[in-house]
């Protein structure tokens, strides 16, 4: 079970490494069209950070149940 929530939080870590680098992109942009595709990409990182967020939180509910 440990190896699942190492491995979730290395993908959470992945995910805002991903936020911060299309927020950047997005932040250079001069062309409208060019920084709202950067902050669509920017949202879609933080919508699946909050999904592992929310899968980890799970798994670590069912680690401490089994544990009891």
């Not at 990409?41 to 799970?58: G, T």
């Amino acid at each position: 079970m440990q190896q699942i929530l190492d491995g979730i939080l290395e993908a959470i870590e992945d995910e805002i490494r991903a936020q911060k680098h299309y927020r950047m992109l997005a932040d250079k942009s001069e062309d409208p069209k060019v920084k709202n595709f950067f902050e669509q990409l920017r949202m879609d990182e933080e919508n699946h950070e909050a999904v592992l967020r929310a899968r980890y939180e799970a798994f670590l509910k069912m680690r401490n149940a089994d544990m009891e």
